[in-house]
């Protein structure tokens, strides 16, 4: 006897199985080992936005800036120009189009021609997302928002560009198929759908990676990451200072140095109780063996 299906259980049967898959990806994805770098290895690079990626410390709205965006879009058309044949079978070809602005000093835009018109191909997972960032990317009010901030005197032209100078730089030093490259992109991939890091899905079953340092409930080591991801939630935009992306990178540069590995991961573990509440706090003073020597870096951070 034939039995028929009705089409609304086809429908939830496709759904069904379209969800085991991503889960059974997402799994396979983050059972691989984390690839780590150490601090010297990024002294090459021009900006934090790359490292930031590839270690997972972003947040849940890093696909709201524009050097994730310049950052996620280079590295998809790298991919295409150095290592296509790893591109997957079923990849999409996209055009795309760049063009030429000219801009008034107050940084409106005058003029725009099509200066390049080609084609990238394209992993179909970032397909959506790269065509998304481009618009944005290109649209008049970023394109008006760079100039001003070039006119200003507050970036340089080179400053703009520095993400995508990173990317590059990745692709000179990594080879197309090593396990940094795959973490890389799909690290990218994860912030552009505002999804967990490979390092977020792994923190709660990975011990950590050095005996004796304390691993974060979101899987986080480095100081600068852990606080980006305390002030990127918006649970807590109420203490969050009014650049909290200058205020982060500056505890990076200037407070993580004074940091062993074993400290540095023992506050990003906790940045709240054991950074933010303790060390920054001047009442504070000597509750912890490290805040004569750290309080008065991150106070300056502060100001």
Request: hydrophobic letters at 40%; a neutral charge; proline letters at 6%.
């Amino acid at each position: 006897m034939l039995r028929f299906v009705s089409s609304r259980r086809v429908v939830f049967l496709s759904v069904a199985l379209c969800l085991a898959a991503a889960a059974l990806y997402a799994q396979s994805q983050a059972a691989r080992p984390i690839v780590q770098k150490p601090n010297d290895y990024w002294r090459a690079y021009r900006t934090d936005m790359i490292r930031q990626v590839f270690d997972g410390g972003f947040g849940s709205d890093v696909d709201l800036e524009n050097p994730f965006k310049l950052t996620y879009n280079t590295y998809v058309e790298a991919f295409s120009s150095n290592c296509h044949a790893f591109l997957p079978a079923n990849h999409r070809t996209l055009t795309v189009t760049q063009y030429k602005t000219k801009s008034d000093a107050y940084g409106n835009v005058r003029d725009r021609q099509v200066t390049v018109q080609g084609t990238v191909d394209v992993d179909p997972r970032f397909a959506t997302k790269y065509k998304q960032f481009g618009e944005e990317l290109t649209s008049e009010g970023s394109t008006k928002a760079a100039a001003m901030a070039v006119a200003s005197g507050r970036a340089t032209v080179a400053d703009t560009f520095a993400p995508a100078m990173d990317v590059f730089q990745f692709f000179k030093t990594e080879p197309c198929n090593s396990p940094a490259m795959r973490q890389l992109g799909e690290n990218l991939l994860r912030g552009a759908m505002g999804q967990r890091s490979l390092q977020q899905l792994t923190a709660t079953a990975a011990p950590p990676a050095t005996p004796g340092m304390a691993r974060s409930p979101m899987g986080l080591t480095h100081l600068v990451d852990a606080c980006n991801a305390f002030y990127r939630d918006p649970a807590n935009a109420r203490y969050a200072p009014s650049d909290a992306t200058a205020y982060c990178t500056c505890l990076g540069e200037h407070v993580q140095p004074a940091m062993s590995p074993e400290e540095e991961a023992y506050f990003a573990a906790d940045f709240e109780a054991r950074f933010r509440d303790n060390i920054l706090q001047p009442k504070n003073a000597g509750s912890h063996p490290a805040w004569d020597r750290l309080h008065p870096l991150a106070h300056d951070c502060a100001r």
